[in-house]
């Protein structure tokens, strides 16, 4: 245990011995003789600036830092400015003067807190401020050096603070805005892969299918899970990077946000996706087979674009936007043709459909078995709260094992309602690329803000079929010389 | 601005006035010279124990406070055994000890601070503890009655402790666990709302469709996005939830995260359901007028279960399962047997399945003008990434024009493709109605162990039909009289 949550992220290891190094650093203002003749008793407060400012990132660390150092500043300022209005009156008068400025800054600073502006970026500030007023306001009742002791401990405090920051800024430093940059590359490549096992998986014959996998161990679930919880770390993250020196002109923290948020929304069309594989009524798989090459297409595409925008925002580099989209919509087609010239439908309008429909039902002779198997998918909901399960019951491997001698006769006739599930499925990736898109849109704003250098191909042939002409339908014309020739 | 802050939740003006309040009382210990004399000059911990302990909500308080009294009280009881320890040797052997251990402590301490367990119930207590041990452990070192200072302030905190928890138990208490009891309630409701606003726009004309409504302010996406957004919120609301004296012995805080979860899921196809709204490819309105009053029976049917489930949540009542269950299963039964009447699909087998669809392409005479209309949606696909909006193109207006007038036709011929965007729609709805079966669930689930009461319906009349038979079939019986006399 102790081993595993420190080989998950080495970094822990580190920050937890740069705390301990602090610590002891700081503990030397105590022990050191000349340096505690300059510091005196009130070095211990910079090892309670150490505790409480020392964060993981140095996004944090300097988050919190300001925001102690602007707390406590406005705090001595407004208590002596209390001090000097509360000397003047008596003795009585001054305990009732604190008392009342008591009350109402800590009602203002807390209801403060509730401003989600404030509550975003100075929550803890207000809370030192709060903390800072009443130290020094009420102590100012008793001691009446109060200010020259402010004044020493705020120097003590700032000691502590730069001793953090030295810490987090210097010494093996942890970024928040590189941890949001590579989140969001991994985010990229475990959708990738989700949605491409996902697909897999749907074609998959249920028979060869290994069942123990456990949902907690589902590449499936894991990769898409990853991307739907990113909300809050994603945000806190952009938070923390924003106050980070480093890479500040030129990274739009919030742009990561907001990709996470395009990124989140193709997650849910995964999510919908792994509901089809996981919904009792299935389409019969030898209609699923006939779309399958497409179907994989698209997926295949739709990963490894997913994986190449990866790439790119791992390695700062604009990808050539155009390549990427026409590649999807190269696939999209395919599928969309496949589509088109496979099944039809027809419609019955209500003013006569009748005759045709006897017609049919005359003319497709299976049309009785189909219809006895057909009515079970729909009959299967009534199952569902006692198993919503996918592993598959045995009376639906017999369904399935029914199909292929279906398929085989002349012409089949099949209900609209059986192949709703597959339709589904078709309509979800390519709902899934069309929200591609917008992340693709996204990643394009991003790397306009953040000036990713433009992408170099690796890959010198590619490069010269650039040259040659005009990318992809160059290429074209090469294959199909003859064509080629009569247009140009 | 202000008044919206306190307008969107009273409870934060008056935990503002519960945090000035605590912190004057407190101040008294400090102003009133009988409690100086008991207290002393450590008053000013109790000061500062009030500022960082007292929460918005009872549970964050008590699990501030006990993190903190726990905290303090191990770091003691450590820091007196270094002490004895490090006593025993010279000054420099002291020092040294000391440096040791800060670092020691340091370093181990933040590192269990990753650990997921301690992260969630007891970072704050870990923190402290580190403070204490280092105010102790370094100021022993120059002062020797450290551990009697250690004692006076710990009883100051303690004071500071016991106001805060008074406070905060006694004067208007804020619950977290009423706070995750309202919202889960509201979020059923959101959802319910959302869900079926979402299947109104489906069906309805977008000639008569206000165009100007925002994102932002779109009832669907509201609903759903107070689903998504809530897993941080519920996870922390169950956590502070469970510190809580009250209902703490029947209150299955965990069960609220889960059926969140559950209810997250739910929304997920919300979320998917609304990206058939705002998907540019479209099944022509007729198409989908044919199926609108099931359909919206299905949404009406989801959003009462949704409702009747936050009504029996908010009333901590149990509600029959069966029942509900069985109203939707009635409405998806009716969809299905229309899906199921209207549209069939003629799939042609690879070996020869020509001869029937030219047979087809002869017998529908509309099949030309159908095939040209049909291929525009996916041609559209290349439109996206110029706009992909839900401003209804002119173009896309003249194909819904164009429609009525084919439906009229006796018999229309619609491809698979032009299909699927609808089949998509409706197959989200049955799987909507899969994930509220999961949902209802839970909260079957959360009804049992947190002992809610058994529902007992305001309609007498239904309470008789209960009693006279076994609810909705003797129902059935006493309407088809003559029926039901045979069968007994």
Known sequence: MVWLVGKEDPRRAIHSLKVGLALTLVSFLYLLEPLFKGVGDNAIWAAITVVVVLEFTAGATLSKGLNRGLGTLLAGSLAFFV??????????GHAIFI?????????ASTYLRFFPWIKKNYDYGVVIFLLTFNLITISSYRIHDV?????????????????????????????????????????????AKSIQAC????????????????????????????????????????????????????????????????????????????????????????LRALFKPQCT?????????????????KNRCHRPYNDLSDRLHSALQSLNST?????????????????????????????????????LPFL???????????????DSDQRRMLRPTLSKIFMTSLEFSEALPFAAFA??????????????????????????????????????????????????????????DSAE
Not at 99 to 107: M, R
Not at 241 to 266: D, F, I, K, N, T
Not at 447 to 455: C, L, N, V, Y
């Open 427 to 484: 309509s979800l990736l390519v709902e899934a690329v069309a929200r591609l898109e917008h992340v693709m849109e996204e990643v394009e704003e991003l790397g306009r803000s953040a000036h990713f250098q433009e992408f170099v191909a690796n890959e010198e042939t590619k490069s010269k079929v650039v040259i040659n002409g005009d990318g992809g339908r160059s290429r074209g014309k090469l294959s199909s010389h003859g064509v080629g």
């Open 199 to 286: 697909v897999h998986e749907y074609f998959q014959d249920p028979d060869n299918k290994v069942v123990g996998a456990e949902s907690s161990e589902d590449p499936i679930y894991n990769g898409y899970r990853e991307v739907l919880d990113s909300k809050s770390t994603d945000e806190s993250l952009a938070r923390f990077a924003s106050w980070e020196p480093r890479h500040c002109y030129r990274c739009p923290w919030q742009q990561y946000v907001q990709l996470g948020a395009a990124l989140r929304y193709l997650a849910y069309t995964a999510v919908a996706l792994h509901g089809c594989l996981e919904s009792e009524i299935q389409t019969p798989l030898f």
């Open 297 to 313: 297409k698209v997926s295949e595409e739709i990963s490894e674009v997913l994986a190449d925008l990866a790439d790119g925002i």
């Open 380 to 394: 299967k909901i009534d199952e569902w709260r006692v198993k919503r399960v996918r592993s598959w019951s045995k």
């Open 99 to 107: 008392g009342i400025s008591v009350f109402l800054v800590g009602a």
């Open 83 to 92: 001090e000097l209005m509360a000397g003047k009156a008596g003795k009585v």
């Open 339 to 375: 589509l088109k010239s496979q099944p039809r439908l027809f419609l019955n309008a209500e003013d006569g459909g009748v005759p045709l429909r006897l017609s049919h039902q005359r003319s497709s002779h299976c049309q009785g078995a189909a219809a006895a198997n057909v009515s």
């Open 147 to 191: 200010l020259f002791i402010a004044q020493k401990r705020v120097c003590a405090m700032a000691i502590g603070c730069g001793l953090c920051l030295l810490m987090s800024l210097l010494v093996f430093p942890i970024w928040a805005g590189q941890d949001l940059h590579d989140t969001t590359v991994s985010k990229f490549q475990a959708l």
